[in-house]
């Protein structure tokens, strides 16, 4: 492990860099990525931010997006990009696991690791890691660092949009992990000239028709309210995907809904996609649902935010979630919300 002196030489004359995030990249990550992507850019570096998969259009708008490589989409041109760069910048993801082959070919590699991040139990990825997990989001902590590294380029409206769009979809516009050291953060990028209404606007007020029926659908007729342990579900299954069309990021924040309901504190949105069920997992208070995602769907994430996936029918993954639920029962009992 180095301090940021040492990041400081590293970044001392013009390097070759590559910033990668996790699969199904959020706002989250889009934000942290492109704000270090723009600071990189500024200090003379060349930089290549590089996700695993695509990104919800709900980011189109974001300066930089266009520039962005993804792995799923052209990896051959990508390998060459990865076996020429010298620093590698691992933003928003705690364990190589997380970003599949990518994960491979920079296991590969040999560079300069950094790691940011704010998911429980990092792998020990970088030689620089910045991670706390108590930190709304990795946004949070791209703007600590820079300005711990108090010399380089200051935070411009650019980068203060990338950051706010991170901020604000992790916590979900200041519902969640928020701290008094977040808001100051939030100060700053307001004074730099962040307009916090026409973001608000872009990022969550430009659904389609069809995202507003499909929420309807799972709420009228793919929900399911398990009383005894105050928990709710949705699914989505296969004909659901092409009735709806339903592309990538549609299904985003959906889960969120069944949290509304007074007397659910798990929320679990399951969705037949491909080839694997994918699941996210949501909680109210002290209950976390890192664990199940953990232990029982080959996820993990946050304690009121995880995902993870299941590699057999749709059936059988709910089955399987409603068979050891069980076990959770006195924990969902005893929490309360904090
Ligand atoms: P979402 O439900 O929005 O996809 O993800 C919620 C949180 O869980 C995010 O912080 C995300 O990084 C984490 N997460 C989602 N899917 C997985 C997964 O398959 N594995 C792990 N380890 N974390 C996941
Ligand atoms: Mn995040």
Known sequence: ????????????????????SHRNPDGDALGSSLAMWHWLNQMGHKVTVIFPSEYPASFFWMKGADQIRIYDLEPEEIDGILEAAEVSIMLDY???QRIDKLGEKLQQGSYFNMLIDHHLYPDPLGDYILSDTTASSTCELVYRFIKEYADGPPVDLTIA?????????DTGSFQYATSAALFRTVADLKDIGVDNHYLHQLIFQTLEEKNLRLLGHCI???MEILEEYQTGIFFLNKHDFQVFDIQRGDTEGIVNYLLKLKNVKCAVFFRQQQTIVKISFRSKGDFSVEEIAK?????GGHKNAAGGYWKKSLASAIDK???VL???KTELEKSIYT
Do not use: A, D, H, W
């Open 220 to 222: 009228y007729n793919r």
């Open 326 to 328: 069980p076990e959770y």
């Open 161 to 169: 949009e990338c950051l706010y769009t991170g901020i604000i979809t």
């Open 295 to 299: 232990t029982y769907f080959n996820g």
């Open 1 to 20: 492990m180095v301090e940021i002196e040492q990041v400081k030489k590293e970044l001392s004359r013009p390097r070759n860099v590559v910033i990668t």
């Open 321 to 323: 979630f409603k068979e």
């Open 94 to 96: 705690n364990s190589l």
